[in-house]
């Protein structure tokens, strides 16, 4: 395509092109094929009412994509507000008194994964069993875990658009990436 050609939209080939990318795409983030399903519809009612806007600077997938990420950021918006964490205590895996305060406790420390081969079948399994892992999370914690680690978006950025203090959302991740450790050490570590 040359610099003065621009892209069209068709939108009566979006899902026969599109629709299973944009699935995989949205499952992978929300870790429920009816939620990803729903946001998929909403995308494609979005993207028809906004095609007038749609300037061809780049591909029917990419412009695609775009609007369903809002999506899936503006979802789990409204699930931070619905404060889902309500949790009192954390079930914390450190000592919380005495003068070894904030060391592990010895039973849920990390296991040693030097002994695991990177480039075995093991990926594969372990990639399944990552993406269980986030599906068990809660909504906040999967939430932030997924903008700031999936979608690489900025700390900052992930605050402005969960609504949450950088304190508050330093302390979700931390708590998402303890339990997926926990989750994936009890699921492919213990074989």
Known sequence: MTATQKHTLD????????GDYLLNYGYS???????AEDLLQ???????KTMEGFRGDSSEQTWLTAIFKRKIIDYYRKKSTQNE???SKINSPFKDSGFLEGHWEKSRAPKDWSDRDPNSIHQKEFQSILEEC???LPEKLRGVFILKVMEEMESEDVCKEL???????WVILHRARLRLRECIEN???NE
């Open 11 to 18: 939108p009566n080939k979006w899902i026969a092109n599109y």
């Open 85 to 87: 964490l309500n949790e």
């Open 42 to 48: 909403d995308t494609f009612m979005s993207a028809l």
């Open 163 to 169: 609504g949450c203090s950088a304190s508050n959302f």
């Open 134 to 136: 986030i599906s068990y």
């Open 29 to 35: 983030r929300l870790s429920s094929r009816e939620v």
């Open 187 to 189: 699921n492919w570590l």
